[in-house]
């Protein structure tokens, strides 16, 4: 913007937000007013947001589904995954995987998307009492009020005995998962190509994300720590506080208290240039 006054450009505001997530190679957040602004590549429409409040936001791999105000699952971006008109009802919670989006309603976790997946194939969580969920590429991992987590979907190395675990949040990488638990810090299970499944030891951790082969997570002085894949510096975060991360493909994003962004690693499609505030 220009001053009229003097003649001089101002700079730009920074943008502002209270929610944030990454997909592959797109960036979207939820801004106070309950819009949605999405960066980064938008080669299957990842930017197209349809007009709405927003409750909630998360992205899949190449789309992003929101909860809006009015209780209704809003999808946009590749056509694989959001063709499938969502399903209507009452829900809480919603989430992309793939080729399929996810959803916590009255009776448990609802999928919808292409016949074929193996998402839809699974036996989804019937349970009543969920209240966290997360999707990698083929599976999904739930949470429910007593901190009891349970996987679905393929492969088969994404599934692991949990029995005995309770967590306080779990989020599911492309083919992983990982959970904050009370007894031993961090807990990964599934494929581990590049690290991904070995964190560090502590148990001062308050929020976890995972991308595609890589997981950062904060502790309770918002540091963060990251591990896994690190070949575009996804894992290699600033010294900045944070109060909530998002990991994805190969890029990963910090919101800070005062609800400003930074985010680190691939930016070869601009999903880590963070726009100005319009």
């Known amino acids: ?75 946009w971006g590749w056509s694989g995954a959001t063709g499938v008109t969502p399903p209507t009802g009452s829900f809480t919670e919603v989430a992309g995987a793939y080729t399929h989006s996810v959803a916590i309603g009255p009776d ?38 007593a901190g009891r987590s349970e996987s679905w979907g393929g492969p088969y190395y994404v599934q692991d005995d949990l029995e005995g675990f309770f967590f306080s949040d779990i989020d599911a990488g492309y083919y992983h998962s990982c959970g904050i638990t009370d007894a031993t810090g961090l807990h990964c299970w599934g ?19 995972c991308g595609g082969a890589h997981c950062c997570a904060l502790d309770i002085h918002g540091h963060t720590s990251c591990w896994g894949a690190d070949n575009a510096g996804q894992s290699t975060p600033p010294e900045t506080d944070f109060v909530a991360i998002s990991a994805g493909d190969s890029h990963t994003c910090g919101q800070t208290d005062e609800g400003l962004l930074e985010c680190w690693g691939n930016d070869a499609q601009g999903q880590c240039s963070v726009p100005a505030s319009e």
């Open 191 to 209: 494929l581990d190509t590049s690290g991904q499944i070995t964190p560090p030891k502590g148990q001062n951790y308050t929020a976890i994300s």
């Open 1 to 75: 913007d220009t001053d009229t006054d003097t003649g001089k450009i101002e700079p730009a505001e920074p943008l502002r937000v209270t929610a944030i997530t990454t997909g592959k190679v797109h960036t979207c957040a939820l801004l106070p007013d309950q819009s949605v602004r999405c960066w980064g590549s938008n080669t299957s429409g990842q930017l197209d947001v349809p007009a709405g409040s927003y409750l909630q936001i998360e992205a899949g791999l190449y789309h992003t589904c929101g909860l809006t105000t009015d209780g209704v699952i809003q999808c």
């Open 108 to 145: 448990g976790a609802m999928v919808w998307g292409e016949e074929d997946g193996i998402l839809l194939t699974s036996q989804e969580p019937d349970d009543s009492d969920l209240v966290d969920l997360s999707c990698g590429l083929q599976h999904c991992a739930v949470l429910d009020s």
